[in-house]
Structure formats: C-alpha cells, structure tokens
C-alpha cells in the first residue's frame, strides 16, 4: 500500500490546523474552499468551484477507462466556542471545528497530492469538498446544483472520525448505518389566567408537561423493541412568572430512527399524540414538522468493495467489518440514496485516550495521527477500485 511520507503527513497536518484556525460555518466556507481549489488546481486537478455555493469539487482524469468514482469530504463548522487550548486552536470567537471537518478536508487533501503524483489508476476520479454538512443540507444542494450530472461516480465514499473507537481503525457497516433527523416544533394555545385560579384558564404549561411523558411511549409502546429510534423534546418554553398562566406554550422535538417505514411510523403517531393531548387538555396544538437528513444507507457491494480494500491494506486488528448503527445523522445520506457507495468511521482514539473527547464538544479536537492512515486508504481505495486494465 502506498503511504505518505513523513513529510507529506507534516505538510498536511499543518493543513488540518490552518483550517482548525479558520473555522468558517454552513455556506461561509469561502476560505476553506479557496485553500482547497487552490492546492487542487496546482496538483493538475481540474477544479470547478461554487456547487452548492461554496462546493469545490476536483476531478483527476488517468488513462482511458470510462470508469468513475466519487470521494466526499465535508468543510464547515460549528457555533460552538472552543475549549481545547491548543496552539491552533480557532481564531473565530463562537465557531470551532467540533466535529472534525478539518481533518476530513486535510485527508482527502493529502490523498489527492498523493494520487496527482504518484496514483496508478485508470479512469476518472472526483473530489467532493461539500459545504453545510451540520444542518445545512449541503449535499442537497449540491445535487441540485447538477453534482452528478456534471460529475458522474459509478460509486461515491466518505470517511468521518469517531471518538470512543481506537484511533486509526476502521469501521465499515452495510445497510442501514446512521439514523434519520426530522424535528417538530409543537405550540399550545390556551386561555391564560391568574396562578390562583386555574378555573378560569386552559393552563397550556399542564398540557406541555403531560405531552412530554406521552411522548415517551412513542418509542417504549409504538416502535418493534428490535427497530432503534430516539424521540427527544430538547427544549419547552411557557411562561415567565410563578402566578400567571401562560397562553402558550411551545416543545422543540428532535426525532431519530434508522428504517424508512420507523420514521413514517413515528412522525403519523406523534401527531396524533400531540392532537389528542391538547383536546384531553382543552387546548389548541399546531404541528411545524421539519424533515431533515434521512436514514444512510450504506450499499452491501460498495461496502464490501471498500471493506476489501481495507483488509487487503491494513492489518487485521485495524479493521472492522461491520460496526453498530450510529443514531447521530449525516447527510451524506442523500448522496447515497442516488449513487451507491458506503460511508466508513476512522477511530479518533478510544475512551481514555488523546481524541476520545466526543465530537460537538467545545474540548474536541481531531486526531492528527489520523492524517496518515486516512489518505492511505482513500489512495488505495482509488487505486484498487480504478486499478489498471493488464
């Protein structure tokens, strides 16, 4: 297996943490994807910059196979205020890479320079650098903005870092492998009143506090015991004084699930619960229901193709060939659900270790031994998948 050099893995750390220092949110990543087009345009990539807004994506083209093949890393970060101390640590007060972005641009990056030099391959390779992964839906906007049409992959693939799992290994997983995201924002109206007499009022704030537990059961009690999925109400907001009865009231609902038909299932009963609570209570309840990424689902013979290449390249101890579902969500998902491909974990460092601090953390920060082992396998995953005809 090709690797890096050491100073190539020097050079790209460096990389990883000038992004870190520059931590730019969903659709601002203007001095990330310039960094980006510029390193992939003096490598001999032929780059195409604006997808989505500010998607970049570099496209290598060797010998004469018609075969193509997608790897995506994301760029944006977070609103999250950095607690690391490091050196690099970010410049942009309230915004900090906590999820690790930085390194998956600084990997895929390292994987390109190596591939523009050295890379034994037949056919056409695309690099997809997506903006607004966190929430923003970049993917979707990039596909809208013609990123397959203009860009074909027979296969498309991506790497995310995860703590807790020793650094370095690498998790692979068929079939459903990261959760839904959908949210719902439910607001009762009532009549307000006077705190010390409840008669005269439809206290809302009694309603609210009946329709969180209700909704407990909607996975205790409507979901097979054998089918994940996480109903969470994040947040209630009813009220400012102790002898008033609020007119309204309002939850912030997060829903999770990892089967198409569990996500259906729970938004229909969700709602009815919401409605038939409010009526028991007397009250009024209006639904805004947000779909947000959907259920990654990793294609079995992409996944089996990548795990190949892994256990070909990497010792046997560094490799995991089917991990659990993960309930957090990705939408690399909508990606998939128009190419088949496979999304894979590289460990961060297991629990105790440097890298186990989780991501979305102000105290996270990407594992930079990850640089290596990262592009090692997206080199090998080119030159395997886009191996020369003898």
Not at 129 to 137: I, L, R, S, W
Request: proline share 5%; charged share 15%.
């Amino acid at each position: 297996m090709d690797r890096l050099s050491d100073a190539a893995v020097e050079q790209f750390i460096a990389v990883r943490r000038d992004i870190h220092r520059h931590p730019e949110l969903a659709f601002s990543e203007r001095r990330t994807a310039a960094l980006v087009a510029a390193q992939l345009g003096a490598w001999g990539y032929e780059v195409t910059t604006g997808l989505g807004g500010t998607g970049v994506v570099g496209q290598l083209k060797r010998g004469s196979s018609a075969r193509t093949l997608g790897l995506r890393a994301d760029m944006d970060a977070l609103p999250i205020a950095e607690a690391t101390g490091a050196a690099w640590a970010s410049c942009e007060h309230g915004v900090m890479h906590a999820c690790g972005h930085d390194g998956h641009t600084a990997m895929l990056l390292a994987a390109a320079h190596h591939l523009a030099q050295h890379g034994r391959f037949d056919g056409t390779l695309n690099l997809i650098f997506q903006p607004a992964e966190e929430g923003g839906g970049g993917a979707l906007r990039m596909m809208e903005d013609g990123l397959f049409q203009r860009f074909p992959c027979e296969a498309i693939f991506a790497m995310h870092n995860m703590p807790g799992i020793p650094q370095g290994q690498l998790v692979f997983r068929s079939g459903p492998a990261m959760a839904s995201s959908d949210y719902a924002t439910v607001t009762l109206h009532g009549h307000g009143g006077h705190g010390a007499m409840p008669h005269k009022a439809t206290d809302v704030v009694v309603a609210a506090a009946s329709l969180v537990m209700a909704l407990q059961t909607v996975v205790s009690r409507h979901v097979d015991p054998l089918q994940p999925a996480v109903v969470t109400v994040g947040a209630i907001h009813a009220g400012e004084a102790n002898n008033v009865i609020p007119a309204e009231a309002r939850l912030e609902i997060s829903v999770r699930t990892l089967a198409p038909q569990v996500r259906r299932s729970v938004e229909q009963r969700i709602r009815e619960l919401v409605q038939l609570q409010a009526q028991s209570f007397g009250v009024r309840a209006e639904i805004a229901w947000r779909a947000g990424y959907a259920v990654l689902v990793n294609d079995s013979a992409q996944t089996a193709r990548a795990l190949a290449v892994a256990q070909k390249h990497f010792p046997a101890e560094q490799v995991n060939p089917q991990g659990p579902m993960v309930s957090g969500s990705e939408d690399f998902a909508f990606m998939l659900e128009r190419v088949p491909g496979s999304y894979l974990f590289i460990g961060n460092g297991a629990d105790g270790e440097p890298g186990a601090c989780m991501v979305h953390n102000p105290a996270y920060d990407f594992n930079d031994l990850n640089i290596a082992p990262g592009a090692a396998y997206w080199v090998a995953l080119v030159q395997d998948l886009l191996s020369p005809t003898p």
